[in-house]
Structure formats: structure tokens, C-alpha cells
């Protein structure tokens, strides 16, 4: 691969997060349903994982359904469920073998029980591996930040917290990525140019790469051409150019 080739392995993001978008418009555009989309969108999924995995990237976070979503026709959003419940118990033991761990984000207890069943299943058993598959669900930042905001006034009006103990790192301690690393690369497929309410506290220094290849037709040639646009970059967290060497690029 070309690309491959191109690719500085000493300056790779640690944290890669994706909007999967475009599924429903590549879909109509063959005269088929939005769930077609969906299904080929899989493969594109698989590609991105094993694009991580090919380069040593150890977080990648999916956008895979929003709390908006559920506005969405009941016919395709149960569609979307049956295809998440059938793709996790086929991928179970791969992600096992691969050494890749399954992880959840977003308002998952309001999921139907057979996905919350499956999710937990394939989050439990791939729960001693070191990479980390992070997918969204039911997931909204506004909302995220809320329900931070809300336990952490709890814990100030029972006394267990004092108000000028709130900093940066007690927010993210109640957010649902607690323990993951900051995005450094933010991908959104299908050309829109919006974040879709996506991890707005998490991306404040993300690159951002916005692709006009709809999601389904996303494959591992267009990951590697995104990491080396990242690595042409200059990431410099407000300061200046003549302040950043070579040296503080991750």
C-alpha cells in the first residue's frame, strides 16, 4: 500500500474518532433502502479497525448512533439495531484475537434489552485487551456534559465537593469517556461539514478531516490518506508556529 509507505509511525494520532456518515444517501442512490447502507457500511467498520490495528493506533471511537437518531423511521432504526446485535456476535471472537476491547459510550441503558444484552456480552468478554474500540451510542456530548455537570452539583451540595475544586480533569472524570485520551483526529465521512453533536468536549484540539466519500465506500486507502494529511500538520494547542519543534508534534 502506497500509503502505507508514507506513513511516519513516530507520529501517529493516539486517538482516532469517526462520524460515520453517508449510509442512507449512498443507499438511495442505487434505488435500494437506507439500511442497505448500513449493512455495506460494516465493511468500511471493519477496514477502519484493522487500519488501527495495521498502524498501532490504540483508540478509535465510532459514531454509531445518536440521541437524535432515535427521531429516525422505527423501520430503520430497528434495522440498524438487528445489524449492530448480528455484527458483535460475529466479531466477538475477532476483536478477542485481534487484542482489541470493546467499549460503550452514550445513554446505553435506554438501548432495547437484546442489544444492551449483546453489547455487555462482547464488552465483558474482550474486557482484558489493550486496544480500545469505543462505539457511541445513544450518545449525545450536549447531554454527556449535562449529566457531568448535574453529578458533579450533587456531590458540591452534599458537602463532598467544594466549588473551587471543579477543574478540567474532575469534568472529564464524569464524562462517559473517563479514561480515554483527547481525540487527535476527527473524521467525518460523506462530506457534510458539522460535528453532529459529537464529543465536543473531547475534540477542543482535535484535527479535524472531512471526506466527500460516503461511509460504505470508506476503505482502508482512505483511513491511511487521512493519518498522512494529520501528519502534515502542525498541532500547536495555542501557541505559536516558532514555539512548536518537531518534537512537541504529538
Known amino acids: 500500500m502506497a500509503l502505507h509507505n508514507q506513513t511516519n509511525m513516530e507520529r501517529l494520532p493516539q486517538h482516532v474518532a469517526i462520524i460515520m456518515d453517508g449510509n442512507g444517501r449512498w443507499a438511495q442512490s442505487r434505488g435500494r433502502v437506507r439500511s442497505f447502507g448500513h449493512q455495506n457500511g460494516i465493511k468500511s467498520v471493519r477496514d477502519s479497525v484493522e487500519s488501527c490495528r495495521e498502524l498501532g493506533i490504540k483508540y478509535l471511537t465510532l459514531y454509531c448512533f445518536s440521541t437524535e437518531n432515535r427521531k429516525r423511521p422505527r423501520e430503520e432504526v430497528e434495522g440498524l439495531m438487528r445489524l449492530m446485535v448480528k455484527t458483535l456476535r460475529k466479531d466477538k471472537e475477532k476483536l478477542f484475537e485481534n487484542n482489541i476491547r470493546l467499549n460503550a459510550i452514550g445513554a446505553i441503558d435506554s438501548l432495547a434489552p437484546k442489544v444492551l444484552q449483546t453489547l455487555r456480552e462482547v464488552v465483558q468478554y474482550t474486557q482484558s485487551r489493550e486496544n ?82 460516503l461511509w460504505p465506500d470508506w476503505r482502508k486507502k482512505h483511513f491511511y490518506k487521512a493519518i498522512v494529511s494529520y501528519q502534515k500538520r502542525k498541532r500547536r494547542f495555542g501557541r505559536t508556529s516558532e514555539q512548536v519543534s518537531n518534537s512537541d508534534f504529538l
Not at 460535528?195 to 478531516?209: G, K, R
Open 132 to 213: 480500545v474500540l469505543t462505539l457511541a451510542l445513544n450518545y449525545g456530548s450536549q447531554q454527556e456534559i449535562i449529566r457531568a455537570i448535574r453529578n458533579i452539583a450533587k456531590k458540591v451540595k452534599n458537602a463532598t465537593l467544594q466549588a473551587d475544586e471543579i477543574d478540567v480533569q474532575l469534568l472529564e472524570d464524569h464524562l462517559y469517556t473517563q479514561g480515554l485520551p483527547a481525540v487527535d483526529l476527527l473524521i467525518r465521512t460523506g462530506e457534510e461539514q458539522r460535528i453532529s453533536n459529537f464529543l465536543l468536549w473531547q475534540i477542543a484540539y482535535a484535527e479535524l478531516y472531512l471526506s466527500k466519500v
